[in-house]
């Protein structure tokens, strides 16, 4: 199994253009998440899915969106790129897990520098 | 709103020392994850705790919750060099989601 996979590594935007960064897991995982995470600070929530359909917003939505057509897949949308967003991205997946674990397993990240 | 703040934020210790990090969170909750992120990669999940008083260990780590304090502790036993990361621990807000809010991190540096 790949786990979680996602892509670009790195990207560099100019501002107000826009991008789709793309996630994957195949691990048949209902629960997908979006996380940055700024320089020497901690991951902030940013979008959350919980099936096929469902998605909901987390503690720094504004200036992105995200589908979730697929259990497999959980593209994140940036539109009008801002040097704010600046930042590396994670994307995660869990399922329930073993007493309600909920677990979560990352990604390797996408880079993204706005200038 | 649900604070979790960790300390110390930094943490330079020798080889062979014991240590402990403090993982203190503001609001009622029963699930709490402590990760490791090596520089410029991904988050490893190491511990998973589900209920007040669980501890859970793993080589020369230990973690442990307390619900009622709000209190996450992990404790180094004998530091290696290998251990050097950051750590962080996450806390679940709703309970059946999986939606976390994370402290800031503790960088561990251990020297030989």
């Known amino acids: 199994n790949a786990g979680v996979t996602q892509t670009p590594k790195f990207r560099i935007l100019k501002i107000g253009q826009s991008m789709t960064l793309q996630c994957t897991q195949d691990?048949?995982?209902?629960?997908m998440y979006w996380y940055r995470q700024d320089p020497g600070m901690g991951l902030k929530l940013i979008y959350y899915?919980?099936?096929?359909?469902?998605?909901d917003k987390g503690e720094v939505p504004n200036g992105y969106n995200v589908s979730r057509s697929t259990t497999e897949d959980f593209p994140l949308r940036l539109e009008l790129a801002a040097p704010s967003q600046t930042s590396v991205y994670f994307c995660?997946?869990?399922?329930?897990?073993?007493?309600?674990?909920?677990?979560?397993?990352f990604g390797p990240g996408t880079r993204l520098t706005v200038t | 709103e649900l604070k979790v703040e960790q300390n110390p934020l930094f943490l330079s210790m020798q080889e062979g020392k014991n240590y402990t990090i403090y993982c203190n969170y503001s609001?009622?909750?029963?699930?709490l994850y402590w990760y490791r992120q090596d520089p410029g990669k991904s988050l490893e999940s190491l511990f998973v705790l589900l209920s007040n008083g669980a501890v859970k260990q793993e080589g020369r780590l230990m973690a442990s919750l307390d619900t009622k304090a709000r209190l996450s502790t992990l404790h180094i036993t004998a530091a290696v060099h290998d251990l050097s990361a950051t750590y962080f621990c996450?806390?679940?807000?709703?309970?059946?989601?999986?939606?976390?809010?994370f402290g800031q991190g503790t960088t561990l540096q251990v020297k030989p």
């Open positions: 609001t009622t909750s029963d699930r």
């Open positions: 996450a806390v679940d807000l709703s309970g059946n989601t999986g939606k976390l809010i």
């Open positions: 899915s919980v099936g096929a359909g469902i998605t």
């Open positions: 995660a997946s869990s399922d329930s897990g073993t007493g309600g674990s909920y677990e979560q397993y």
């Open positions: 691990m048949n995982h209902n629960y």
